[in-house]
């Protein structure tokens, strides 16, 4: 039950994050430490679910959904103001619903689960793609680093307005140009780690269209 609250927590954080955003350049900044919170609270709920030992596969899937819905929403708003292309929000929505739908069907028909000793993966690419320590913590490295950027960007923009110049006009552009090089990064990563699990996962959208053999093999 804890580490369930935790990831709803989050959820309800971030929707927070978004709206203290919009206000005064301090209450940003204000936001760009919230968001370093949002982050730690997605390890801590895993951390709890262990420590009490209240894993489930409910829980792993939920936990995916937040990590989903967090993102979206700080895509989606930074898209909003202008800080990211609209593909970025579309790309990482379209493949949320590609993977996910998968990984919903691949449970309820099998109890397969995204990761794990149950996981639905079937190929060692795809298992290192997604699971493995590296892929995971560059990719999860790659999209800290935007999120931060993205929102300390957002506030000095904010600061200028206000008469706060940290940095000035062309270190902020050089700042931009940084953090882009990382959003873009963080895109093709998402979908490196997404493909696969449709490669995968294949057999579950044309379930019956392939024989059951191949199928049950794949």
Known sequence: MAPNLITLGRIVLALAVVFIFKLGFYWRLAAV?????VIYLDSLDGFVARKLGQASDFGALFDITGDRIVEH???????????????VPVVFVTRSFLVDTLRSVAFSREGKTPFGRKT??????TRFLTASPF??????VSKVAA???LGLICALEKGFEEGVHWLTRA???ELSIVTQT??????GLNLVRGLPVLWDGRYYLFDKYLPRKLNREG
Do not use: D, H, N, Q
């Open 33 to 37: 430490l919230l968001t370093l919170l």
């Open 73 to 87: 929403i700080y895509l989606i708003f930074y898209c909003a103001v202008g800080l990211v292309s609209f593909w």
């Open 120 to 125: 639905m993966m079937k190929s060692p690419i």
């Open 135 to 140: 892929s995971r913590t560059l990719y999860g």
């Open 147 to 149: 999120f931060i950027l």
């Open 171 to 173: 270190e902020i552009r």
């Open 182 to 187: 990382l959003v873009w990064t963080m895109v």
